[in-house]
């Protein structure tokens, strides 16, 4: 039962506009456990130079999930979920994600394959304001264990 | 647990602590800072971040479909590595591009100690606007979790 095929190049349509407060980005540190304080503290990121507080490195994913989520839910896709491993991942960035930022994020199944007896697929997310200024591009490879067996 | 989860570097902390990109030397290597990893912190994430797989918080199932134990979310591995790299650059610099490769799971028994990520890396090479890039190495019980890590970031 591998991964189809046939979802090799399909973009989903981005999902309803998320709007990243500073409520967020403060739970998101403390669950990674990072107490840098742009990510809390507002003057403390506006001295570092940024408009108001600013997302860590890694919560982009957080935004692309919602869209992602729908993707790897189509039935059509033949994802085994609970056999899945991240295998890469890489952020792009224009800039800093910060509160206030409201944007969608543009899903795109850039690659699937086999390795081995695992089926691999890359999805590539767009995240823009919904001004349509881009913000940061994920590239995220998952890996369904024993996908092509 | 305020203070475990701050059992790594200090990290700078203040704006007037920060590195800029003149003073960096190519091959400078960072040192080694430990991150812990506890069931709390997979089911904190687990809810911050929306990511729900059961191979993150039910052992039950994680063993039945192949795996040692519960394991950690790639991203928050991923996540200590990205703090060990601001915590480096300092607050002025800005994170430009971020990827790594999971080569192994970080495995977490159902214990108060967990599991515990360290990440280090080298200053490998200095780019055109003020970028610096990163060569990042994370190991957990002595395997490498990350491969492939390398970070850009822009300083001032």
């Given at each position: 039962?591998?991964?189809?095929?046939?979802?090799?190049?399909?973009?989903?349509?981005?999902?309803?506009?998320?709007?990243?407060s500073?409520?967020?980005?403060?739970?998101?540190?403390?669950?990674?456990?990072?107490?840098?304080?742009?990510?809390?503290?507002?003057?403390?990121?506006?001295?570092?130079?940024?408009?108001?507080?600013?997302?860590?490195?890694?919560?982009?994913?957080?935004?692309?999930?919602?869209?992602s989520?729908?993707?790897?839910?189509?039935?059509?896709?033949?994802?085994?979920?609970?056999?899945?491993?991240?295998?890469e991942?890489?952020?792009?960035?224009?800039?800093?994600?910060?509160?206030?930022?409201?944007?969608?994020?543009?899903?795109?199944?850039?690659?699937?394959r086999?390795?081995?007896r695992?089926?691999?697929?890359?999805?590539?997310?767009?995240?823009?304001?919904?001004?349509?200024?881009?913000?940061?591009t994920?590239?995220?490879?998952?890996?369904?264990?024993?996908?092509?067996? | 647990?305020?203070?475990?989860?701050?059992a790594?570097?200090?990290?700078?902390?203040?704006?007037?602590?920060?590195?800029?990109y003149?003073?960096v030397?190519?091959?400078?290597?960072?040192?080694?800072?430990?991150?812990?990893?506890?069931?709390?912190?997979l089911?904190?994430?687990?809810?911050?971040?929306?990511?729900?797989?059961?191979?993150?918080?039910?052992?039950?199932?994680?063993?039945?479909?192949?795996?040692?134990?519960?394991?950690?979310?790639g991203?928050?591995?991923?996540?200590?590595?990205?703090?060990?790299?601001?915590?480096?650059?300092?607050?002025?610099?800005?994170?430009?591009?971020?990827?790594?490769?999971?080569?192994?799971?970080?495995?977490?028994?159902?214990?108060?100690?967990?599991?515990?990520?360290?990440?280090?890396?080298?200053?490998?090479?200095?780019?055109?606007?003020?970028?610096?890039?990163?060569?990042?190495?994370?190991?957990s019980?002595?395997?490498?979790?990350?491969?492939r890590?390398r970070?850009?970031?822009?300083?001032?």
């Amino acid at each position: 039962m591998a991964i189809n095929p046939d979802f090799l190049g399909k973009t989903f349509p981005p999902g309803p506009p998320y709007e990243i407060s500073r409520v967020k980005l403060a739970e998101f540190a403390d669950a990674i456990g990072d107490p840098n304080p742009v990510y809390r503290d507002r003057s403390a990121a506006v001295e570092a130079g940024f408009p108001d507080v600013i997302a860590p490195p890694t919560f982009p994913i957080v935004v692309g999930m919602a869209s992602s989520a729908r993707a790897l839910a189509d039935p059509g896709l033949n994802l085994n979920y609970a056999m899945v491993v991240h295998g890469e991942q890489r952020f792009s960035y224009v800039r800093p994600l910060h509160a206030g930022d409201v944007v969608t994020a543009e899903v795109t199944i850039s690659d699937i394959r086999d390795v081995g007896r695992n089926s691999t697929m890359t999805t590539t997310t767009r995240i823009s304001t919904v001004d349509g200024e881009h913000v940061c591009t994920a590239y995220s490879t998952l890996v369904e264990r024993g996908g092509a067996a | 647990m305020y203070r475990v989860l701050n059992a790594g570097g200090a990290g700078r902390r203040r704006v007037s602590d920060q590195v800029s990109y003149d003073d960096v030397e190519v091959g400078t290597e960072l040192a080694a800072v430990s991150y812990p990893a506890t069931r709390l912190s997979l089911v904190k994430y687990c809810g911050a971040s929306g990511d729900f797989n059961v191979i993150h918080w039910n052992e039950r199932i994680a063993k039945a479909v192949g795996l040692p134990d519960v394991i950690a979310h790639g991203m928050l591995t991923m996540a200590q590595a990205g703090r060990f790299v601001t915590d480096w650059a300092g607050l002025k610099a800005t994170v430009v591009d971020f990827g790594v490769r999971f080569s192994s799971p970080v495995v977490v028994p159902d214990d108060d100690v967990g599991a515990s990520i360290t990440v280090s890396g080298q200053v490998e090479e200095k780019l055109d606007g003020q970028r610096v890039a990163l060569a990042l190495t994370a190991r957990s019980a002595d395997t490498k979790v990350l491969t492939r890590a390398r970070a850009v970031v822009r300083l001032p």
